[in-house]
């Protein structure tokens, strides 16, 4: 936010300079980037008048005038239409720099025959595009400008700027009565001046057109009020405040709207200036939208509404988007006499959701999002109102509808002693309430508390600090004032006992080393997800991680669902590794934890930890591998190795998946539970993102892990093995670990074999001419191996026939 330091030398003295200032609030919290005065860049430029002007002798679009500068005479040529006799300009002499012309020199010119001595400027020249009333046109000075002066002495040209940056908890700051209370806190010898909107106003006048009642159905609505400003003459605000308008980032209208303006940001209180010919209905009604409710907003777009929203509404039309912009249609026109000004307080939650969903980042939502003070509304009523009167001429005076909702109350919060020296290793209470009192938190001595230690204080936050909840909240702001350097350096003492990493982090631990081992690169992505990423992986209603949560306070329309799945991340993370020219190989992995609901319309939710990788093997023309590629048999391999890495074993069959190739996705299972997936994205999904290689993914749930199988030592056998090979034909869909798993349990139950099958491995699988339909042969190796002996031939035989014979008996064909 951007601070003028005149306008608030009008609120507050201060015992110190503008960096001084700067220095005290970026130590104390409030950040000030910067201390600038872009007036100073302008030089050579002073009032003038112009005492004669005529046309150019031989140039008819050019105007030759004559000006008095207070220091002699000039001449000056200008094509601009909008001068008459006697008007007051800023006049460049040559030698000027300006900063709307890129800083250059300004000299003298001929115009055919007529030397022009520097320029008549408009505000773009110097640097102020917006303060301009004429398009092209010189800027005319009030009458009362004095002849001669410097530019930058006049209307605020010169004013210092304090670019502060302001955190989310801090609202109150969002004004210059915010920053005037903040330096009243830092300061004990600041002075806060009489505000001119404690004046009190002349409000007994009864409205002189009938307006009906104000209703609040909708509680993120806590007061609302209703000023009349009766036969303003609409035009362009004073050029002080045209100055200063443009200088803090408001763009100036005209000087009702900027009356508005100006009054925010003095106070904080957002406003809307209502055309009261305009309004539907003598009547305001704040409510909650209706699903798909539409509205057109001031800057002439569209808005599509939902059931979370505000409305203000006039006969039950909307007319603004509550907290966030006004409509276009009730809008203040050139023609507009008869104003109505609304001051209110909105829910902070509802607004901030509103604007980000909208993507409208008004200075209004700005300020509501973070918290506007509930009992400065009325207040800005006042001062919009006298400024209108001021700048427009209009007539006020007449009395404030309103209406309320119940108001939260700030409750005490208490303040240890103990408390106090842990956390700043000083423990004067006094000093603390002198310090907590010049922020206006007020000591309450007769507030007690059960709770509280012996000897606790009371205090009581001002309504304008909601950020004030608890203990630690005060012990901030007397660290905030005496300086977080004072602290006491203290070594932190001896643990209790050592500290242990857990579980869970070590198995996720385990799996990173094993990952990046194998060549993956650690991607961390955000947990949030736009809502089409249920469509975009082409998840079914009945999929668990199509369930997901919505934020009720989203940060944009690409963060409002948690994610169920790692997926959607690092297909971005690849997607812009593509977009910006990566053509080599990529191997992502992300750890993290995903978030699902127990069912679609469940309040309930519950958490997993996953972990995720992506393989994309990438055409990169500098690598003498160029033609080696990923396939699913490699991305598989990673998959086995972390859960041997975890002390588990993978099976994987054939699965499905709705984002996978339907020929290359499998199931992962451990202990007979599916645990995660391993697939090729759809081709169609590819495309959709814009791959032109194949992309291998898997994702595995590792809380479905556990603790791992711990590895048992067993001696290598001396004696050599004997292996027996055989060949069988098998169904279709039969898998082979499932052979594999058989033939062991076999072994395992036959007397002969007696724990002599050392291994069992597949190496070859034939299925077409000469195979039955609906079969296909499988061929193993089996190793056979004693402890403690070496297994005769007979006796290997007489076990691998036992094992024929039992597998016969199974129903499958031995060949």
Partial sequence: MIVSWQILE?????????????????????????????????????????KSLEKHATKANLFVARLDTGKGQAICVTAATNLKTGDKIFHGVPGAILPGIGEETLGIRDFDGVRSEGMMLSGAEMGLPEIDCVVDGILVLPEDAPLGADAHTLYGIGDTLLDISITPNRGDLLSVLGIARELKGLYPDAVLKTMPWEKILNEGNEWPVAFGAISLPDPGCLNYHLGLAVDAAI?????????????????????????????????????????????????????????????????????????????????????????????????????????????ANFSARRVGYTSRRLGIKSEAAFRFSRGVDPTLSAAAVDYALMLMNEWSGAKIGYRKISAFNETPKAG???????KLHTYLRWSDMEEATKILEGYGISYDKDCKSDKSEPGARAFVPPTWRSDITIEEDLIEEIGRYRGYNDIPDLLPGELPRRGSVGDSMSLA?????????????????????????????????????????SLANPISQDWIAMRTTLLPGLLNGLKESVTSGWRGPVRLFETGRVFMRKARDSKEHFELDSIAGLVCSGVDPRTPWAETREDILSVKADVEALFHASGHKAVIERGSEPFGHAGQTA???????????????SPSIERNHGFTEPVYVFEVNLSALGEGVKPEYTPASPFPAAFRDISMLAPADASHDDVISEIRALAASGAEANGFLDSVK????????????????????????????????????????????????KGYNMR
């Fill in 667 to 681: 199931s992962i299972k451990t202990g007979g539970k599916k645990v995660g997936y391993l697939t090729r994205l």
């Fill in 235 to 343: 035009a362009p605000s004073p050029l002080e405040v045209r100055v200063a308008l443009a200088r803090l980032g408001m763009r100036p209208i005209s000087n009702v709207v900027d009356a508005t303006n100006y009054a925010m940001l003095v106070l904080g209180q957002p406003l809307h200036a209502f055309d009261l010919n305009t309004l539907p209905k003598k009547e305001i009604t704040v409510r909650s939208a209706a699903e798909g409710e539409r509205i057109v907003t001031l800057d002439e777009k569209e808005r599509i509404m939902t059931s979370n929203d505000m409305l203000i509404t006039s006969g039950g039309e909307p007319v603004a988007i509550a907290g966030v912009m006004g409509g276009g249609q009730t809008g203040i026109a050139s023609d507009t006499k008869v104003v109505v000004l609304e001051s």
């Fill in 10 to 50: 009008r609120f507050v003295s201060v015992p110190a300079s503008p960096e001084e200032i700067a220095r005290r609030l970026t130590m104390s919290g409030a950040e000030v980037e910067s201390v600038e005065s872009p007036g100073r860049r302008i030089s050579g430029v002073a009032v003038a008048q112009v």
């Fill in 412 to 418: 005490a919060v208490f303040l240890t002693k103990r």
């Fill in 509 to 549: 631990g385990k799996l990173r080393a094993c990952t990046i081992s194998r060549g993956y690169v650690e991607a961390i992505t955000y947990s949030f997800l736009p809502e089409s990423f249920v469509s975009a992986l082409r998840l079914p209603e009945d999929d668990p991680r199509s369930f997901h949560l």
């Fill in 762 to 809: 597949l190496f070859d699988v034939y299925s077409g001419k000469g195979i039955p339909e609906g079969r296909r042969s499988l061929a193993f190796s089996l190793c056979y191996r004693a402890a403690n002996r070496t297994l005769s031939d007979d006796e290997v035989d007489k076990i691998h026939n036992a094992i024929r014979d039992a597998l016969t008996q």
